[in-house]
Each structure stands twice: as structure tokens, then as C-alpha cells.
């Protein structure tokens, strides 16, 4: 992506942020919309990506991004969502092992194998039990990694793929609370704020996952360099 494509594509998003969050505040009713909108022009900025192995891995995930916030903003499935996380959670694992030396299929397994556990477990309770869990496990275990691939192997992309993961988290906790209307502490304002950081987080986190791509003319170590510096 040349550099003026790359400052309109922050400038829109910039716009589509600032809108969302203000519908959000004020109870609009047109936020889903421009929070659509923005993951939209975020996969097809993806499409700019470099042509390593972990920038088209980052190219389906984008693309699973599009399926999973489509059960979340358009057709109002967020079970279906949540499953289809579980799978762009997959992909990341796949992603960071490329900037490090652990092992694809033992990382994986390391998802996987308590993931179908906890799923067999939760199943008994009910689908959210069966999902909510092993997410949890996949997104945990990821964050870890990508902490990990920071302080092994220090590099800018690294550091920005890690502060993804933490914004994702960030909104992933939000998103859990919601889940839990008869906690305690949780009222209508609490709920309300939780809603509003969630995208506070998330689409920074895309953003910032969009830059560890070199779609936004983000330069820096290959992978091989990464792996054996």
C-alpha cells in the first residue's frame, strides 16, 4: 500500500472510529454499521500485505474477522462468533510460531487438546460453557506466546503484535463481563461501558495487527532474521 493509500485508510478509519464511539456513548442506534464498515476496509487493506507466510496467514485472518463480527454485528449469532474466533486464534498460533522457535504442531496441540476438553466438559452446562472456555485458553496461551516472542526476540513487530494481542484481550474481558448481567456489581451503566471499550479496544488491536503485515508500509526484520537474530 502506497503512503497515501495507507494515511487515507487510517484517516477513514480514524472517522469510522470516532463515529462508532460517539453512536456507542449516545446510544445512536447506527453503531454496528460504521464498526462493520471498519473491519470491512481493514480485510481489504490486509490484501496489501507482504507475501511471507505469516502476512498471508494474516489474510485469513482477516477474513475469518469478517465471518466471526458478521455473526456479532450483522445477523446477532454471537455463539457462532465466538467459534469462529476459536479458529482465527488457531491461525494466530500459526502466526507466532513463525517469530520464534517453538513448534507449529506442538503449539497447536497445546490449544487444541485443552480446548476439546474444556468443550466436552462445558457441553454438559450449556454452548457457552462449551465455547467461552476454550477461547479463553487459545487467546491466553497466544498472548504468552507473543510476550515471549518479545523478550526472545525483540523486535518492533513483535512488540506491535504483542500490544494486538493485549488490546484484544482488553476487549475480550469486556465482553465477558457483559456476558454475566447477574454479577453483583454489574448495572446498566457498567454494562453500557463495557459495550463502549470493547471497540475502543478491538479495532486498535486490528490496526495494530494490520501493521505487523507491511500493509501499512510497516518495515522491518524478515522472519528469518527474526527467528535467528
Known amino acids: 500500500m502506497k503512503k497515501s493509500m495507507t494515511w487515507a485508510f487510517l484517516l477513514v ?5 470516532a463515529g462508532f ?11 454496528n454499521i460504521l464498526k462493520y ?18 502476512d498471508n496467514l494474516c489474510k485469513w485472518i482477516f477474513g475469518f474477522v469478517l465471518i466471526a463480527d458478521g455473526f456479532f ?7 457462532f462468533g ?11 498460533t500459526v502466526r507466532l ?13 497445546k490449544r487444541i487438546i485443552p480446548a476439546v476438553i474444556l468443550s466436552v466438559i462445558g457441553s454438559f452446562f450449556n454452548v457457552v460453557f462449551a465455547l467461552v472456555p476454550s477461547y ?32 484484544l484481550a482488553v476487549c475480550d474481558a469486556c465482553v465477558g463481563i457483559r456476558c454475566f448481567p447477574t454479577l453483583s456489581f454489574m448495572t446498566p451503566e457498567l454494562s453500557h461501558f463495557a459495550l463502549t471499550l470493547t471497540w475502543i479496544a478491538y479495532v486498535p488491536s486490528l490496526v495494530l495487527l494490520l501493521a505487523t503485515t507491511g500493509a501499512l508500509n510497516f518495515k522491518d526484520k524478515t522472519e528469518k532474521e527474526l527467528i535467528h537474530n
Open 73 to 79: 454485528l450483522i445477523v446477532d449469532k454471537p455463539l
Open 136 to 167: 479463553t485458553v487459545c487467546i491466553g496461551e497466544n498472548i504468552a506466546h507473543s510476550c515471549e516472542n518479545m523478550y526472545k526476540h525483540p523486535s518492533k513487530r513483535n512488540l506491535i503484535y504483542m500490544f494486538s494481542m493485549l488490546c
Open 82 to 92: 465466538i467459534g469462529t474466533y476459536l479458529i482465527i486464534q488457531l491461525f494466530h
Open 13 to 17: 478509519i480514524a472517522l469510522l472510529y
Open 97 to 109: 510460531t513463525s517469530f520464534g522457535k517453538r513448534h507449529t504442531k506442538a503449539e497447536l496441540l
Open 21 to 31: 464511539i460517539v453512536s456507542d456513548i449516545f446510544t445512536l442506534g447506527f453503531s
Open 37 to 54: 464498515a471498519s473491519v470491512v476496509i481493514m480485510a481489504i487493506a490486509s490484501l496489501f500485505a507482504g507475501k511471507e507466510k505469516s
